[in-house]
């Protein structure tokens, strides 16, 4: 019986990104349909155990400008899209999806921000942290690095708690 290997996917409006994540993966084979057929076989591992996936996509792909990329640890499928339009789910059948089945947050855009951020850009790009409201200059306090920094000592609290403690108003002398 084969086992299923962690797939993780993504989408635009156009493609989607799908990764098999299968180390050192032997015999690889995939076959994608027009009709969204997605299936992957391989082996893996000093016993060759075989690994499948058979699932169906949410809507037809277009097979000739699909791309596969393998690398040692993962296999990476680039699938066009039929129709340039977002899936609600990647797979045909609704309900809860497979339990290998994951979304790759790495690589997910959303909807609505598609348009301001391009697929292989993953660094801060115009992202302003002014708006994160996490202080500034200023809210720097220069005199505080200095000397006391403006902080009650700890040892002002035990005084005024062993004045208290005698109940007359008295210093009671400390060791």
Known sequence: M????????AQ???????????????NVKLNLDPEGKFFFSATSGVDNVPYEIDIDLYDKV??????????SRHICYLVK??????????????????????????KW???????????????FGDFDFSKLNI???????AGAAEGDGGYE?????????????TGSGESVPKD
């Open 12 to 26: 635009r409006a156009d493609k989607l990104f799908v990764t098999v994540e299968l180390p050192d993966a032997k």
């Open 153 to 165: 000592s700890d040892t002002d609290d035990e005084e005024e708690t062993e004045e208290t403690a």
């Open 135 to 141: 202080g500034g200059a200023g809210d720097f306090d």
């Open 109 to 123: 855009v959303d909807e609505d921000e598609q348009d301001e951020k391009s697929a292989g850009d993953t660094g």
């Open 62 to 71: 277009v097979v000739d400008e699909s791309k596969a990329s393998f690398t």
């Open 2 to 9: 084969s086992r299923h290997p962690l797939v993780k996917w």
């Open 81 to 106: 899209k039929a129709e340039s339009k977002w899936w609600s789910r990647l797979l045909k059948q609704g309900g809860k999806p497979p339990v290998f089945l994951k979304v790759d947050w790495d």
